[in-house]
């Protein structure tokens, strides 16, 4: 049995899309999460797509590590005969270390990346010198290998300096051993 006013309420529903009054249904799903990511730093931890341009192309490049900033982020085009067509993919603009700019699939970067600097992170595992330390033992701390070494023998005494510049952090060792650590605050 028809309802009265059906077929009108459908005409105005149709006319309505067909004119752009009827609200839109379609959103951005990624838009939110990937903006969130926006301007933080990653750091690789597998293979991603390095390219050109917001798509996988053959002008892409493998990247399996290395440090990157997020810029900004955009939906993907795919290349065709007729032009180039949006995709539901979305991508990060990214800048390298060392300055090259490009395109990253939000899918792959986080995936494949961390926010989170592994360098701080075993940093954090391996520690700092300690006094009672071997000359090995400093080395393999988060300090790692000195910049320099200033020694002085002295009556069979081997008296070591290990000398980190960048950092001014010095390690003080007799025979090999260390017996003291010394680390300025460089903001004084």
């Known amino acids: 049995m028809p309802v009265p006013g059906m077929r009108f309420g459908c005409v105005v529903v149709v006319l309505a899309a067909l004119m752009g009054c009827a609200p839109s249904l379609k959103t951005d799903p990624s838009a939110s999460v990937d903006q969130t ?39 993907g085009i795919k290349e065709t005969a007729l032009g180039n067509l949006p995709t539901s993919d979305s991508y990060y603009h990214v800048t390298l270390n060392d300055g090259r700019a490009g395109f990253i699939q939000a899918a792959e970067l986080l995936a ?19 006094v009672g330390m071997s000359a090995k033992q400093v080395e393999a701390t988060c300090w790692g290998k000195p910049d320099h070494v200033n020694r002085t023998e002295k009556e069979g005494t081997v008296f070591d300096q290990y000398v980190y510049g960048n950092r001014n952090k010095y390690v003080y060792l007799r025979n090999g051993v260390v017996v003291s650590i010394q680390a300025i605050d460089a903001r004084t």
């Open 112 to 130: 494949h990346g961390t926010d989170t600097d592994p360098a701080k992170t075993d940093c954090k595992r391996r520690g700092d010198p300690r």
């Open 37 to 75: 990511n926006v301007g933080k730093d990653y750091w690789l931890t597998g293979a991603v797509h390095f390219c050109p341009a917001p798509n996988v192309s053959a002008k892409c490049q493998d990247l399996a590590e290395g440090h990157l900033k997020t810029d900004s982020v955009q939906k």
